[in-house]
T-cell receptor, first 117, second 113 residues
Framework: GAVVSQHPSWVICKSGTSVKIECRSL??????MFWYRQFPKQSLMLMAT?????????EQGVEKDKFLINHASLTLSTLTVTSAHPEDSSFYIC?????????????FGEGSRLTVL | KQEVTQIPAALSVPEGENLVLNCSFT??????LQWFRQDPGKGLTSLLL?????REQTSGRLNASLDKSSGRSTLYIAASQPGDSATYLC????????????FGRGTQLTVWP
């Protein structure tokens, strides 16, 4: 099946610093990628929809200036958590839909565990 | 707004049992429904995808059914094994933006030998 790779798988940073997470589709092109956040014992909540070559669409309540998304190519989207605070500690997961595919099936990365001290 | 509920929240069974995991959703106007498996601290593995026009999908020991009119889906796991232990997530796609999924909170399954 299609493979989505996330990097890093875990990161620890100090409060106030910025952290970048990469999401790559390894064997297919993805016009659209999605960023989710998952808190312990909770389900996945969509943060934003990332479209190649255009601005991301953010869900209500998600600060676009804090969570910067860049989708510069058909195989790479990045999420940058700016000025991170302890409440941003969470599990961030990206997903991708193959370009041209109309089944709506999504493929997910392995996730990135962010801990802000 | 689409809300997805999964019952039970947790399930602990001995090896070999046949299992039923339930998923319900409030808006029956869906494009498809997808079942995922999530191991602790890991991402999601897609198990089965059912399009809105389909009634069920099967893969090995897994069978998922969909009753769109009643807003329900069921995941059957036959002859459960300890390796099946994980959290199972149900997600629906409304189709307005293909790939935008609404997730349930999951059923945490433990299969003991």
């Amino acid at each position: 099946g299609a493979v989505v790779s996330q990097h890093p798988s875990w990161v620890i940073c100090k409060s106030g610093t910025s952290v970048k997470i990469e999401c790559r589709s390894l064997d297919f092109q993805a016009t659209t990628m999605f960023w989710y956040r998952q808190f312990p014992k909770q389900s996945l909540m969509l943060m934003a929809t990332s479209n190649e070559g255009s601005k991301a669409t953010y869900e209500q309540g998600v600060e676009k200036d804090k969570f910067l998304i860049n989708h510069a190519s058909l195989t790479l989207s990045t999420l940058t958590v700016t000025s991170a605070h302890p409440e941003d500690s969470s599990f961030y997961i990206c997903s991708a839909r193959a370009t041209g595919a109309n089944t709506g099936e999504l493929f997910f990365g392995e996730g990135s565990r962010l801990t802000v001290l | 707004k689409q809300e997805v509920t999964q019952i039970p929240a947790a399930l602990s069974v001995p090896e070999g049992e046949n299992l039923v995991l339930n998923c319900s959703f409030t808006d029956s106007a869906i494009y498809n429904l997808q079942w995922f498996r999530q191991d602790p601290g890991k991402g999601l593995t897609s198990l089965l995808l059912i399009q809105s026009s389909q009634r069920e999908q099967t893969s090995g020991r897994l069978n998922a059914s969909l009753d769109k009119s009643s807003g329900r889906s069921t995941l059957y796991i036959a002859a459960s094994q300890p390796g099946d232990s994980a959290t199972y997530l149900c997600a629906v796609n409304r189709g307005s933006t293909l790939g935008r999924l609404y997730f349930g909170r999951g059923t945490q399954l433990t299969v003991w030998p």
